[in-house]
């Protein structure tokens, strides 16, 4: 194989063992790469040249200053994206295990209840100010509309739109299936309020 080959094959699939083993390194699927540990699940996809691929579509060159831009705003966007998903399920577990733990309390030590009664009403008020999911959502839909566009401007989105399609309905499924704060303790009172 020439040099000239080994560039056009860059964008396929390589061997099972060719597969980075280091955290951090890319995984080339199709004709992109992905970085392992990317929250949004098209963040990290970067569109490799076209060239020899076999594609019919017209591509263009992505300009330096623009592709670099968009890197920083996804690098930016997945990392708050990340933290409000964490912050989120902060959030849900506390607020829920709190809010379980607290009539079993009462009776035990009612100095602890209070206090387990306050955190409760912090953490939900904290989730209405900062209101993690709903940012979560913001920063991975943006990370993903920022590499849509990309794919669309390299010519890559019209030869794998399924599978680019595909993978947006699944992420918004996935944010639309994550319950709300307000949802699990309503339903840790229903269960309370069930059991007395």
């Given at each position: 194989?020439?040099?000239?080959?080994?560039?056009?094959?860059?964008?396929?699939?390589?061997?099972?063992?060719?597969?980075?083993?280091?955290?951090?390194?890319?995984?080339?699927?199709?004709?992109?790469?992905?970085?392992?540990?990317?929250?949004?699940?098209?963040?990290?996809?970067?569109?490799?040249?076209?060239?020899?691929?076999?594609?019919?579509?017209?591509?263009?060159?992505?300009?330096?200053?623009?592709?670099?831009?968009?890197?920083?705003?996804?690098?930016?966007?997945?990392?708050?994206?990340?933290?409000?998903k964490r912050l989120h399920y902060?959030?849900?577990?506390?607020?829920?295990?709190?809010?379980?733990?607290?009539?079993?309390?009462?009776?035990?030590?009612?100095?602890?209840?209070?206090?387990?009664?306050?955190?409760?009403?912090?953490?939900?008020?904290?989730?209405?100010?900062?209101?993690?999911?709903?940012?979560?959502?913001?920063?991975?839909?943006?990370?993903?509309?920022?590499?849509?566009?990309?794919?669309?401007?390299?010519?890559?989105?019209?030869?794998?739109?399924?599978?680019?399609?595909?993978?947006?309905?699944?992420?918004?499924?996935?944010?639309?299936?994550?319950?709300?704060?307000h949802e699990v303790m309503q339903?840790?009172?229903?269960?309370?309020?069930?059991?007395?």
């Open positions: 194989m020439t040099t000239d080959d080994s560039n056009k094959t860059k964008g396929l699939i390589p061997p099972l063992g060719d597969q980075p083993t280091t955290p951090g390194e890319d995984f080339i699927v199709g004709h992109a790469s992905f970085t392992p540990g990317d929250d949004s699940l098209l963040g990290g996809i970067m569109p490799t040249s076209m060239s020899g691929i076999g594609s019919s579509q017209a591509t263009r060159e992505i300009d330096p200053m623009v592709k670099k831009l968009v890197d920083i705003k996804q690098s930016e966007y997945s990392k708050k994206a990340i933290l409000h902060l959030f849900l577990t506390l607020g829920a295990t709190l809010g379980i733990a607290t009539p079993f309390l009462i009776p035990n030590d009612p100095t602890i209840a209070q206090f387990s009664s306050i955190a409760v009403v912090a953490i939900i008020s904290f989730d209405q100010i900062f209101r993690p999911k709903e940012k979560w959502s913001l920063y991975s839909k943006a990370t993903d509309l920022l590499q849509l566009q990309l794919f669309k401007m390299s010519g890559a989105y019209e030869s794998d739109k399924e599978v680019i399609e595909t993978i947006l309905n699944t992420e918004a499924q996935i944010l639309n299936t994550v319950p709300d704060l339903q840790v009172k229903d269960s309370r309020e069930k059991n007395a």
